[in-house]
């Protein structure tokens, strides 16, 4: 007989539409998988490999390095949670309102977000592609950048226009990008190809 985790017994054990409350709930996946909300939907992915996240953490550097010498009154995260009404998202790399995360805050509210970005994996395609980057911009956050691995890194920057986004560079090597007008990020994918391949 299997013995299922507190996590899967959790989950089996539900009904009905889940809430933003249930999912926070919910104890650490033991594959570390990530759960995420929409309007009463869950949605998981499994856990990201090593590419996924030497992508993510060079990249949430670059940012870092960004608002400290801007002095922006942001602060950025990688895989943290960010949730509205009805929703929650995990986003591989957040940039929220730092008056909006102070210590001990589980999830950033959704209209805090000044950008959001999400690294594309075979799991995860659609996901990244369609339908965040169209949930995002329902909330009105202004930037949304989709990360691609293949066929080599490289970073599509989207700002916010009306109701949906529209792309306005694809990062390939080194630029410097403005975030919503509030900061801007010298980016380096020399250097994420550097951490990957070394």
Partial sequence: MAIMSVAETR????????????????PEHPARARFEVV????????????????????????????LARSGAPFRSGEAVNVMGESRLFIPDIAVVD????????????????????EIVSPFNQVADRLLKPALYAQAKV?????????????????ELAGDTYREVATVTGKASVSVAGEFTVDLDLDAVRRELEG
């Fill in 11 to 26: 989950i089996d054990d539900h009904e009905g539409p889940w809430t933003v409350e249930d999912v926070l709930a919910l």
């Fill in 39 to 66: 309007d009463g939907v869950l949605m998981m992915s499994p856990a990201p490999g090593w590419d996924h996240q030497t992508v993510s953490s060079e990249l949430h550097m670059q940012i870092k390095a960004a």
């Fill in 98 to 117: 730092r008056a909006a995360v102070p210590r001990g805050t589980l999830a950033a509210p959704l209209d805090a977000a000044v950008l959001l970005g």
């Fill in 142 to 158: 202004p930037a949304y950048w989709r990360v691609e691995l293949r066929p080599d890194p490289h970073v599509v920057v989207h």
